[in-house]
C-alpha cells in the first residue's frame, strides 16, 4: 500500500530532550515536507526537500532540523525542544516534476505525530 | 499579507443541503495550483479537488466543486448534497509556481474551516 509512515504517533517529552520524527514514503517521491498544525493557524510549512540532499525551509523553521540523505526518508529533528512546539506534525510527499495530465502533483500526508513538550 | 485566507471558522450545513466554504487567495505568480483538504476528527489529511492557475473549467469531484474566480482570487469549495460524514475540517491550500521553480515546494494553507453537517 503507497503510504506516507511517521513515527511515533504519539509523544510526551521534557523541554531540551533531543527527539527525531521519523517520516518514510515507499512511493518513491521527489518531493518531501513537514508541516506544523496548531489551533487557528491551520497547517504551517516546516522544511521541505525538492530531492535527496536538497532541502529549503518553509515558513517555521526555528528549532527544527531536517536531512535527507535518502529518497525515502526524511527526519524532522527538534534538538532542543520547547513547550512552543508542542502541536501535530506532518510529513507529506508528492512527485516533485513537472505536474501531469492532472496537473496536481498532489501531497500524500502521514497519519500525524502528536508532541508534547513539557 | 495572509497568502490564503478563510473566513469561516465554522459553518452548519443540513444533510443533503449544498454549501459553500470560503476561499481567497493572494500570489503574484502567474501559475500556481489550489488545493482542497478535508480532515475529519480522525486526524488525517484527505485530498478533495485541485484547480490550476490556468485551468479553463472549474474542478469537480463527483459531489466537490471549486468555484474558481481568478479575478477575484477566490477558490470556494462547492460541497453538494451534503452527508454526515462530511462533518470536518476543510483546508484550502496554494502552491505557486512553476515545477522547478524556486517557490514551487512552498505550500501554504489556510486557517480552515469547521464544516458540520446536522440530520
Known amino acids: 500500500e503507497a503510504q506516507v509512515t511517521q513515527n511515533p504517533r504519539y509523544l510526551i517529552t521534557v523541554t531540551g530532550k533531543k527527539l527525531t520524527v521519523t517520516c518514510s514514503q515507499n512511493?518513491?517521491?521527489?518531493?518531501m515536507s513537514w508541516y506544523r498544525q496548531d489551533p487557528g493557524l491551520g497547517l504551517r510549512q516546516i522544511y521541505y526537500?525538492?530531492?535527496?540532499?536538497?532541502?529549503d525551509k518553509g515558513d517555521v523553521p526555528e528549532g527544527y532540523k531536517v536531512s535527507r540523505k535518502e529518497k525515502r526518508n526524511f527526519p524532522l529533528i527538534l534538538e532542543s525542544p520547547s513547550p512552543n512546539q508542542t502541536s501535530l506534525y506532518f510529513c507529506?510527499?508528492?512527485?516533485?516534476?513537472?505536474?501531469?495530465?492532472?496537473?496536481?502533483?498532489?501531497?500524500?500526508f502521514g497519519a500525524g505525530s502528536r508532541l508534547t513538550v513539557l | 499579507a495572509q497568502k490564503i485566507t478563510q473566513t469561516q471558522p465554522g459553518m452548519f450545513v443540513q444533510e443533503k443541503e449544498a454549501v459553500t466554504l470560503d476561499c481567497t487567495y493572494d500570489?503574484?505568480?502567474?501559475?500556481?495550483?489550489l488545493f482542497w483538504y478535508k480532515q475529519p476528527s480522525s486526524g488525517e489529511m484527505i485530498f478533495l479537488i485541485y484547480q490550476g492557475s490556468y485551468d479553463e473549467q472549474n474542478a469537480t469531484e463527483g459531489r466537490y466543486s471549486l468555484n474558481f474566480q481568478k479575478a477575484r482570487k477566490s477558490a470556494n469549495l462547492v460541497i453538494s448534497a451534503s452527508q454526515l460524514g462530511d462533518s470536518a475540517m476543510y483546508f484550502c491550500?496554494?502552491?505557486?509556481?512553476?515545477?522547478?521553480?524556486?517557490?514551487?515546494?512552498?505550500?501554504?494553507f489556510g486557517q480552515g474551516t469547521i464544516l458540520t453537517v446536522h440530520p
Open positions: 526537500s525538492m530531492n535527496v540532499e536538497v532541502t
Open positions: 507529506a510527499s508528492r512527485f516533485a516534476g513537472t505536474p501531469g495530465l492532472s496537473g496536481a502533483n498532489v501531497l500524500t
Open positions: 491550500a496554494m502552491r505557486e509556481g512553476r515545477a522547478g521553480g524556486t517557490s514551487y515546494g512552498k505550500l501554504t
Open positions: 500570489t503574484s505568480d502567474q501559475s500556481y495550483g
Open positions: 512511493m518513491n517521491h521527489e518531493y
